[in-house]
């Protein structure tokens, strides 16, 4: 079974920095496009980054470029987000999801259960 | 960027009745690249549908989507307990990837 487990969130202070890792299992993780999503309290889905299956290219929402960055470690089947300067409105559950991509666009298979972050003072 | 309106924003339904929610695009979807998901209470989406039409390994079939260009629909035929959750569509078809706001089915 495909299993996505994210892991390092927390509460962190504005303009702090924090490494989201996820551990995929069950599948051949270097032969996926995978992604991070994420979800403001109460609020609906927002697609954060994608990375190509050998990691030589990467996507993010404009908002977030420059200060999020998605890498992985296909030896360690794990995905990584490294987020800097963090704002409150980056206040959100972050989930891991393995992606399908179409013609440059993607969309998510299987989600991880997700890591929770909290940007406050 | 494409804007995916979902209505309505709450659906009140009885178990065994029939839901039917609406996603409509600010213009077309390339090859109606677009996906519904489930999400349960305390829990991670679920993918539903592919395509537009096209069920998810799993899906009872009781899920069904259907539609094309900018007008897409997802319809749950029979209503179950595990069937009250929020769902969302997600455009594939261009540049950035962009989800609706949700529709919440209720329990009537």
């Known amino acids: 079974d495909v299993q996505l487990v994210e892991s390092g969130g927390g509460l962190v202070q504005p303009g702090g920095s924090l490494r989201l890792s996820c551990a995929a299992s069950g599948f051949s993780f270097s032969r996926y496009w995978m992604s991070w999503v994420r979800q403001a309290p109460g609020k609906g889905l927002e697609w954060v980054a994608n990375?190509?299956?050998?990691?030589?290219?990467?996507f993010y929402v404009d908002s977030l470029k420059g200060r999020f960055t998605i890498s992985r470690d296909n030896a360690k089947n794990s995905l990584y987000l490294q987020m800097t300067s963090l704002r409150a409105e980056d206040t959100a559950v972050y989930y891991c999801?393995?992606?399908?991509?179409?013609?440059?666009?993607?969309?998510?298979?299987?989600w991880g259960q997700g890591t929770r972050v909290s940007v406050s003072s | 960027d494409i804007v995916l309106t979902q209505s309505p924003g709450t659906l009140s339904l009885s178990p065994g009745e029939r839901a039917t929610l609406s996603c409509r695009a600010s213009q077309s979807i390339s090859n109606n690249y677009l996906v519904w998901y489930q999400q349960r209470p305390g829990q991670a989406p679920r993918l539903l549908i592919y395509g537009a039409s096209s069920r998810a390994t799993g899906i009872p079939d009781r899920f069904s989507g259907s539609g094309s260009g900018a007008d897409f629909t997802l319809t749950i035929s029979r209503l179950e307990a595990e069937d009250f959750a929020v769902y969302y569509c997600q455009q594939y078809g261009s540049s950035p990837e962009t989800f609706g706001q949700g529709t919440k089915v209720e329990i009537k």
């Open positions: 990375i190509k299956p050998d990691g030589s290219e990467t």
């Open positions: 999801a393995r992606g399908v991509r179409i013609f440059g666009v993607v969309f998510f298979e299987y």
